[in-house]
């Protein structure tokens, strides 16, 4: 199964460059192209995205290049531009 095409609409992609997935099966896209992080279902639904405006008052990134979820829903982005990884909860997207 493939989900996404080249663009910048709400589940397309422009340069994805990493993918994780958190303990409740939300998979987590990089997309460096679109300066953003995608979230979807393990069937590819679109939840969220997480772009340049931020998220839970975390500083929005620019560059997302890749991409962690720890146990506890703690998200990781690593930020190219920014030359920083940003941290932020993400406890329901949807």
């Given at each position: 199964?493939?989900?996404g095409?080249s663009?910048?609409?709400?589940?397309?992609?422009?340069?994805?460059?990493?993918?994780?997935?958190?303990?409740?099966?939300?998979?987590?896209?990089?997309?460096?192209?679109?300066?953003?992080?995608?979230?979807?279902?393990?069937?590819?639904?679109?939840?969220?995205?997480?772009?340049?405006?931020?998220?839970?008052?975390?500083?929005?990134?620019?560059?997302?290049?890749?991409?962690?979820?720890?146990?506890?829903?703690?998200?990781?982005?690593?930020?190219?531009?920014?030359?920083?990884?940003?941290?932020?909860?993400?406890?329901?997207?949807?």
């Open positions: 199964m493939t989900w095409e663009g910048t609409k709400d589940g397309e992609f422009y340069n994805p460059n990493d993918v994780a997935v958190d303990a409740m099966g939300r998979v987590f896209v990089a997309d460096d192209g679109n300066n953003r992080l995608q979230v979807f279902t393990t069937d590819g639904q679109f939840l969220a995205k997480v772009d340049t405006t931020g998220i839970d008052g975390a500083r929005p990134f620019f560059d997302a290049v890749g991409v962690a979820v720890s146990t506890d829903g703690i998200v990781y982005v690593a930020d190219n531009s920014a030359i920083q990884v940003f941290r932020f909860s993400m406890t329901d997207p949807a």
